[in-house]
C-alpha cells in the first residue's frame, strides 16, 4: 500500500506530504513564543508614582549604560521611540511592577546588575527588594474559541476617536466602537512584537461588562480610562498594557480563566 501512495499516477502520499509541511508552516505562524520578565518590588507605590519609578529605573540603568531608550521610550534630541513599550511600569497588588518583553529581556540585566538597595520615587526611598521575578515564554496564538480578560484602566479614546465617541448617543454603538479599538489595540501589539500573522480578520473581541468609566489625569490632561470584562480569541501574557500609556501602567489586561495560571493570587486593581 504504501508503494502504491508513493507511485500511483494521482501522488496521493506526495500531497500529503507537501499538506502537512503547509499546515506546519501554517501553525508555526499562527502562533509566536515571546520572552516575557515580571519583576515586582516588595514595596509600596501610589498611583501617582508610577511615572517617577520609570524615572527613577532609567535614571539607575543611565550611570552604567548609555543605551536607556527602552526603558523610558525616550531618543536624543527630545524625541520619541515609536512602538509598542517592551518595558512597562505597574502598579500591581500596591507593588512596584516592571514587565520586559522580548529584546527588552535582554537589557533588563543594566538594571538588576546595578540595582541599588533603594531608589528614590518623589521625596521618598522604595526598597528594591524583589517580590517576585518570573521568566516565561508565552505563547501566543488565534483559537477557535476565547477567552475572557480583565482589563482596567484603558485608555483607547485619543484626538478624533474621542470626538466620535462623545458623539455616539446609544450605549451599544460606543460599545462596537470600543470593541473595534480593542481589536486595533491588539493588533498593535502583535504587529510590534513581530508576530507574522495578519489578524486583521481573524481577531475577535466581544465586551461583556463595562465596570467602570471615569475621567483620569495624565500629562495635564483628562483621559477617559474603561475597566472592561471583554471575550477574545487571541491567547494574551497576562499584564501586559494595551492601549494609550501602556509604559506607566494603563490598560493592563489579566486573564480571568481559572486554568490560567497567575502569578500572584489576588484581585486586580480597580476589580
Same mark, same amino acid.
Not at 477557535?144 to 462623545?166: C, G, Q, R, S, V
Not at 467602570?212 to 470584562?229: E, T
Not at 499584564?239 to 480563566?257: A, C, E
Given at each position: 500500500?504504501?508503494?502504491?501512495?508513493?507511485?500511483?499516477?494521482?501522488?496521493?502520499?506526495?500531497?500529503?506530504?507537501?499538506?502537512?509541511?503547509?499546515?506546519?508552516?501554517?501553525?508555526?505562524?499562527?502562533?509566536?513564543?515571546?520572552? +516575557?520578565?515580571? =519583576? /515586582?518590588?516588595?514595596?509600596?507605590?501610589?498611583?501617582?508614582? @508610577?511615572?517617577? $519609578?520609570?524615572? %527613577? &529605573?532609567?535614571?539607575?540603568?543611565?550611570?552604567?549604560?548609555?543605551?536607556?531608550?527602552?526603558?523610558?521610550?525616550?531618543?536624543?534630541?527630545?524625541?520619541?521611540?515609536?512602538? +509598542?513599550?517592551? =518595558? /512597562?511600569?505597574?502598579?500591581?497588588?500596591?507593588?512596584?511592577? @516592571?514587565?520586559? $518583553?522580548?529584546? %527588552? &529581556?535582554?537589557?533588563?540585566?543594566?538594571?538588576?546588575?546595578?540595582?541599588?538597595?533603594?531608589?528614590?520615587?518623589?521625596?521618598?526611598?522604595?526598597?528594591?527588594?524583589?517580590?517576585?521575578?518570573?521568566?516565561?515564554?508565552?505563547?501566543?496564538?488565534?483559537?477557535?474559541?476565547?477567552?475572557?480578560?480583565?482589563?482596567?484602566?484603558?485608555?483607547?479614546?485619543?484626538?478624533?476617536?474621542?470626538?466620535?465617541?462623545?458623539?455616539?448617543?446609544?450605549?451599544?454603538?460606543?460599545?462596537?466602537?470600543?470593541?473595534?479599538?480593542?481589536?486595533?489595540?491588539?493588533?498593535?501589539?502583535?504587529?510590534?512584537?513581530?508576530?507574522?500573522?495578519?489578524?486583521?480578520?481573524?481577531?475577535?473581541?466581544?465586551?461583556?461588562?463595562?465596570?467602570?468609566?471615569?475621567?483620569?489625569?495624565?500629562?495635564?490632561?483628562?483621559?477617559?480610562?474603561?475597566?472592561?470584562?471583554?471575550?477574545?480569541?487571541?491567547?494574551?501574557?497576562?499584564?501586559?498594557?494595551?492601549?494609550?500609556?501602556?509604559?506607566?501602567?494603563?490598560?493592563?489586561?489579566?486573564?480571568?480563566?481559572?486554568?490560567?495560571?497567575?502569578?500572584?493570587?489576588?484581585?486586580?486593581?480597580?476589580?
Amino acid at each position: 500500500m504504501f508503494v502504491f501512495l508513493v507511485f500511483s499516477k494521482n501522488n496521493i502520499f506526495l500531497r500529503g506530504v507537501l499538506f502537512s509541511i503547509q499546515f506546519i508552516s501554517s501553525s508555526t505562524k499562527q502562533m509566536k513564543k515571546i520572552r +516575557y520578565c515580571f =519583576v /515586582q518590588l516588595d514595596a509600596e507605590l501610589k498611583p501617582y508614582e @508610577i511615572t517617577a $519609578l520609570r524615572g %527613577a &529605573v532609567a535614571e539607575t540603568v543611565r550611570k552604567y549604560n548609555e543605551e536607556t531608550t527602552l526603558f523610558h521610550n525616550h531618543i536624543p534630541q527630545n524625541n520619541y521611540r515609536q512602538g +509598542y513599550p517592551l =518595558v /512597562q511600569y505597574k502598579r500591581i497588588h500596591g507593588k512596584p511592577t @516592571i514587565v520586559f $518583553l522580548e529584546e %527588552a &529581556v535582554d537589557v533588563a540585566h543594566y538594571f538588576f546588575s546595578n540595582m541599588p538597595t533603594d531608589l528614590r520615587v518623589h521625596n521618598h526611598l522604595i526598597s528594591t527588594k524583589i517580590d517576585t521575578l518570573v521568566m516565561r515564554q508565552p505563547t501566543l496564538q488565534v483559537w477557535d474559541n476565547t477567552f475572557t480578560y480583565k482589563i482596567w484602566d484603558y485608555a483607547p479614546l485619543k484626538y478624533e476617536n474621542k470626538e466620535k465617541y462623545d458623539a455616539m448617543e446609544s450605549l451599544t454603538e460606543r460599545v462596537v466602537f470600543l470593541e473595534k479599538l480593542l481589536t486595533s489595540h491588539i493588533i498593535a501589539f502583535a504587529q510590534n512584537i513581530k508576530w507574522a500573522i495578519h489578524l486583521q480578520n481573524r481577531v475577535q473581541v466581544r465586551i461583556k461588562d463595562i465596570k467602570r468609566h471615569r475621567q483620569m489625569p495624565y500629562k495635564d490632561m483628562q483621559w477617559d480610562a474603561f475597566d472592561l470584562v471583554f471575550e477574545c480569541n487571541v491567547s494574551l501574557p497576562n499584564y501586559i498594557g494595551l492601549g494609550n500609556h501602556v509604559s506607566v501602567g494603563w490598560g493592563i489586561i489579566k486573564n480571568m480563566q481559572p486554568q490560567i495560571q497567575d502569578i500572584q493570587e489576588g484581585e486586580m486593581e480597580g476589580f
